[in-house]
């Protein structure tokens, strides 16, 4: 799945603009420099129109290490699920256990590659497979330039932060699934439900498609996770 069409520069700036306090850490003057969408994205994921090769500054690690928590998690989760979990059912209705290990690692590969330019090793356990692909994508959007760099997506190119995103959403949603078919915890990392809750709210205002399914009716006193969770089809 291509997810460079759902990680919009629109949706990324909603999650830049969506904590003045966090504008305010960042050196902004909120409200007002929260007007000016240029600077607030130039902000909180670099500035693409800059092509100086020096290392990422704070503010544009943010996305990195929100995919460095979102990996940390999934590893856990993956490490946890035993062999005798394999043909469980899952939240997604066309995989069980084994079929979602492999698509998780597969979507980190796959996006791994495009933003590296190269292939990712793909021998071993599922873990060893993931870990391979983690590595890889680390590598690539650490470099000098890593995230503003230009990648070949579905749609033509984009940036590879779009791509990091989208890694990190179709990431947190499936550990999700995973934690939940095979007993394991399933409370995601508030920080991964933040920034990724753009991404899925954009996509599910586009309606039921390949991607979720019809959001489910949840009680508006859920937890801002199980309300996200929701929107995928999923009951939380």
Not at 31 to 48: L, Q
Request: negative net charge; charged residues 20%.
């Amino acid at each position: 799945m291509d997810w460079t069409s759902f990680t919009s520069r629109d949706r990324l700036l909603k999650f830049a603009t969506a904590d003045m306090m966090s504008l305010t850490s960042r050196g902004l003057s909120a409200p007002a420099d929260a007007k000016d969408e240029n600077k607030v994205f130039a902000v909180t994921f670099g500035d693409p129109s800059r092509k100086e090769n020096s290392p990422m500054t704070q503010q544009q690690t943010e996305p990195v290490q929100i995919y460095e928590t979102a990996t940390t998690q999934a590893r856990v989760i993956i490490a946890g699920a035993k062999p005798d979990q394999m043909k469980n059912p899952t939240p997604c209705a066309e995989w069980d256990v084994a079929g979602l290990l492999d698509h998780m690692v597969k979507a980190q590969a796959g996006i791994a590659g495009t933003v590296s330019g190269g292939q990712v090793a793909q021998s071993g356990t599922p873990l060893e497979r993931f870990d391979a692909a983690v590595s890889t994508m680390l590598t690539a959007v650490r470099s000098p330039g890593g995230l503003d760099k230009k990648v070949q997506g579905r749609q033509g190119e984009v940036p590879a932060v779009q791509m990091l995103s989208g890694a990190c959403m179709d990431l947190a949603v499936h550990t999700w699934d995973l934690a939940k078919a095979t007993g394991q915890d399933t409370e995601l990392d508030p920080g991964v439900v933040e920034f990724i809750s753009p991404i899925v709210e954009g996509i599910a205002k586009r309606g039921p498609s390949q991607v979720f399914s019809a959001p489910v009716d949840i009680p508006s006193s859920a937890s801002r996770q199980d309300k996200l969770m929701a929107l995928t089809g999923r009951q939380p």
